[in-house]
């Protein structure tokens, strides 16, 4: 089963693996800014818990997930269609996807790190969804 991380009533994080610790990160500093958000970590691919994720996504209404693949064919891009196609009539918003970027991974330290999520990038995504 999915764990909730953090509850939370303006939007849903979710994720799973090393980005759930930018995850945690993003929403202690937006908790800062007044803006309170549900983290949830998948922790397993298959079985899915579909329940759990929408279940927060009906009770936030937006949504951002997190995976620190590529954004094209990624588990990360399922998830974000699985909540657009099953939670369509209840989204404020679209679903945000925060992935890798789509370029070959590099091999130096620090541009890899430029590459993958960041809470910067998650705070963005959050901000977009909640139109601030």
């Known amino acids: 089963?999915?764990?909730?991380?953090?509850?939370g009533a303006d939007a849903t994080l979710i994720g799973f693996g090393r980005p759930t610790h930018a995850m945690a990160q993003a929403a202690a500093d937006l908790e800062k800014d007044?803006?309170?958000v549900e983290v949830i970590?998948?922790?397993s691919l298959r079985p899915l818990d579909e329940e759990t994720i929408l279940a927060s996504v009906a009770k936030t209404h937006r949504c951002?997930?997190?995976d620190e693949s590529w954004p094209i064919a990624s588990y990360g891009?399922?998830?974000a269609w699985l909540i657009s196609s099953r939670c369509f009539d209840l989204l404020d918003a679209p679903v945000e996807l925060v992935s890798s970027r789509d370029v070959p991974m590099p091999y130096n330290h620090r541009l890899e790190l430029a590459v993958?999520?960041?809470p910067e990038r998650i705070i963005d995504a959050v901000k977009k969804v909640l139109y601030v």
């Not at 089963?1 to 509850?7: E, L, P």
């Open 1 to 7: 089963q999915a764990a909730v991380r953090r509850a």
């Open 64 to 66: 951002v997930v997190v």
């Open 41 to 43: 970590d998948l922790r």
């Open 34 to 36: 007044g803006i309170d």
């Open 116 to 118: 993958q999520p960041s």
């Open 77 to 79: 891009a399922y998830v």
